[in-house]
Nanobody, 130 residues
Framework: QLQLVESGGGSVQAGGSLRLSCVVS????????MGWFRQAPGREREGVAS????????YYVDSVKGRFTISQDNTKNTLYLQMNSLKPEDTAMYYC???????????????????????WGQGTQVTVSA
């Protein structure tokens, strides 16, 4: 079992920045992908950014390209999401997720699909005001 704990959420004005962190702990399972997802009230959970642990290849949803950066620090077992130029439409609960099953890889679309991930954190709220 893995435990994922997010932090770093908060309230900012449009144009501001936040950095989310996700600390991974628990049984030493091989993790292939990690990702950040978000869910706004009344909407489905969507993939924001993900990373292939093997080579650091990153994937982003179009709406955050150029503004968000996903990164990992394996020495700290921590995943990050640097969010710049935040917009009110970025307001959502943000979740960290881990995939321990897709050893052979995922397509770009699959890497941002909730169905590809089998471990989830509890989420951290991000609120962006106009």
């Amino acid at each position: 079992q893995l435990q994922l704990v997010e932090s770093g959420g908060g309230s900012v004005q449009a144009g501001g920045s936040l950095r989310l962190s996700c600390v991974v702990s628990g049984y030493n399972l091989r993790t292939y992908y990690m990702g950040w997802f978000r869910q706004a009230p009344g909407r489905e959970r969507e993939g924001v950014a993900s990373i292939w642990i093997g080579d650091g290849r990153a994937y982003y949803v179009d709406s955050v390209k150029g503004r968000f950066t996903i990164s990992q620090d394996n020495t700290k077992n921590t995943l990050y999401l640097q969010m710049n130029s935040l917009k009110p439409e970025d307001t959502a609960m943000y979740y960290c997720a881990a995939d321990t099953t897709h050893r052979l890889g995922l397509t770009n679309l699959q890497a941002l699909n909730v169905m590809a991930y089998n471990y989830w954190g509890q989420g951290t709220q991000v609120t962006v005001s106009a």
